[in-house]
T-cell receptor, first 111, second 112 residues
Framework: SQQGEEDPQALSIQEGENATMNCSYK?????LQWYRQNSGRGLVHLIL?????REKHSGRLRVTLDTSKKSSSLLITASRAADTASYFC???????????FGPGTRLSVLP | ETGVTQTPRHLVMGMTNKKSLKCEQH?????MYWYKQSAKKPLELMFV???????ENNSVPSRFSPECPNSSHLFLHLHTLQPEDSALYLC???????????FGQGTRLTVV
């Protein structure tokens, strides 16, 4: 099964700055999803982008998808200390198979 | 609250014990998942159930035994675990495989 790989592994920024995380994958996908996890807790779904979409927005989140490069990016604008968490991408393939997660990007937003 | 409830939240068990983790969702979802999250490792998919039938088992040791008696409940039965099995075990559900997943808060398992 496919796996998303996030980059960078860790990111530290000041409050108010933008944070960009990237995800690369290997096979054809039906959709790509981003999740957030606060320390030691369950994952929270942030946004899903389908393979025929190139960009999607949700509040301060902006996700892009480039299927030719097999990559996606998550941009968090005007970051807040509460955005401190790990962010994961996961891909769903064309056969309705379950998705698997990459190792994640650990984001620290400093006040 | 995501609508997916896991119990217990914390569990400490000896290597000879038998215990079960429980996951419950009333979201009307058809697919349920067990994931293992160890320190400094990616989330590992353990089991997937779709319409109460197991569709994937990623070579998980037999000391982990899943059970899905109906579309709302998922169990993970544990026996003769090893200390390296200590981890956060996460349950998730989705409307169908490969779509948006809703996660429970996890069970923090410690094997002593």
């Amino acid at each position: 099964s496919q796996q998303g790989e996030e980059d960078p592994q860790a990111l530290s920024i000041q409050e108010g700055e933008n944070a960009t995380m990237n995800c690369s994958y290997k096979t054809s996908i039906n959709n790509l999803q981003w999740y957030r996890q606060n320390s030691g807790r369950g994952l929270v779904h942030l946004i899903l982008i389908r393979s025929n979409e190139r960009e999607k927005h949700s509040g301060r989140l902006r996700v892009t998808l480039d299927t030719s490069k097999k990559s996606s990016s998550l941009l968090i604008t005007a970051s807040r200390a509460a955005d401190t968490a790990s962010y994961f991408c996961a891909t769903g393939d064309n056969y309705g198979q379950n998705f698997v997660f990459g190792p994640g990007t650990r984001l620290s937003v400093l006040p | 609250e995501t609508g997916v409830t896991q119990t217990p939240r914390h569990l400490v068990m000896g290597m000879t014990n038998k215990k079960s983790l429980k996951c419950e969702q009333h979201l009307g979802h058809n697919a349920m998942y067990w994931y293992k999250q160890s320190a400094k490792k990616p989330l590992e998919l353990m089991f997937v159930y779709s319409l109460e039938e197991r569709v994937e088992n990623n070579s998980v040791p037999s000391r982990f035994s899943p059970e899905c008696p109906n579309s709302s409940h998922l169990f993970l039965h544990l026996h003769t675990l090893q200390p390296e099995d200590s981890a956060l075990y996460l349950c998730a559900s989705s409307r169908r495989e490969g779509t948006e997943a809703f996660f429970g808060q996890g069970t923090r398992l410690t094997v002593v």
